[in-house]
T-cell receptor, first 109, second 114 residues
Framework: GENVEQHPSTLSVQEGDSAVIKCTYS??????FPWYKQELGKRPQLIID?????GEKKDQRIAVTLNKTAKHFSLHITETQPEDSAVYFC????????FGKGTHLIIQP | DAGVIQSPRHEVTEMGQEVTLRCKPI?????LFWYRQTMMRGLELLIY????????DSGMPEDRFSAKMPNASFSTLKIQPSEPRDSAVYFC????????????FGPGTRLTVL
């Protein structure tokens, strides 16, 4: 089955700086790579996703890149704001999602 | 649409008791997923259904866990008998197709087994 590794487990950045979270996956059949944001006590919510026929996707301050050859994908958040503080999960799938262990992003004022 | 609905939101029970978690997917969605979240193991897929049929239950931890989807608008996850290590938040999610599309998560059920 699929195995997703996510790094780092905790990331602290100054407000206004950029944050990068990286994931690798093992199953070359995976073709959909979503990123979810989960605030404390809340449900995971999709913030951006990318499919295997695309190398990069951007939505305002958030971007995701995918390297299918190397089997890794990354989340980039620019101009970080306090409300970006949360746990971020990457996932990979052909059907059911396999999640990474999560990155706790802390935005320092 | 109210989104994915789960009940109960919180459940506290004693070891050995039967626990039933319920989920109503978003109307029109034909795939339903059950996840378990713990600090130690993160978010784990337990089972998913496509058009009410179980497709992959390899994530179900053991025979004490069972899931059903009798119709397109209702699913249950049952634990019998429950154990303290089953304490976790259980999420239900639904999506429009069985293929890779956005999954919408319910609010979760926080289960505590004493």
């Amino acid at each position: 089955g699929e195995n997703v590794e996510q790094h780092p487990s905790t990331l602290s950045v100054q407000e206004g700086d950029s944050a990068v979270i990286k994931c690798t996956y093992s199953d070359s059949a995976s073709n959909y790579f979503p990123w979810y944001k989960q605030e404390l006590g809340k449900r995971p919510q999709l913030i951006i996703d990318i499919r295997s026929n695309v190398g990069e996707k951007k939505d305002q301050r958030i971007a995701v890149t995918l390297n299918k050859t190397a089997k890794h994908f990354s989340l980039h958040i620019t101009e970080t704001q306090p409300e970006d503080s949360a746990v971020y999960f990457c996932a990979a799938t052909a059907d059911g999602l396999t999640f990474g262990k999560g990155t706790h992003l802390i935005i320092q004022p | 649409d109210a989104g994915v609905i789960q009940s109960p939101r919180h459940e506290v029970t004693e070891m050995g008791q039967e626990v039933t978690l319920r989920c109503k997917p978003i109307s029109g969605h034909n795939s339903l997923f059950w996840y378990r979240q713990t600090m130690m193991r993160g978010l784990e897929l337990l089972i998913y259904f496509n058009n009410n049929v179980p497709i992959d239950d390899s994530g179900m931890p053991e025979d004490r866990f069972s899931a059903k989807m009798p119709n397109a608008s209702f699913s249950t996850l049952k634990i019998q008998p429950s154990e303290p290590r089953d304490s976790a938040v259980y999420f239900c999610a639904s999506s429009f197709t069985g293929g890779p599309n956005e999954q919408f998560f319910g609010p979760g059920t926080r289960l505590t087994v004493l």
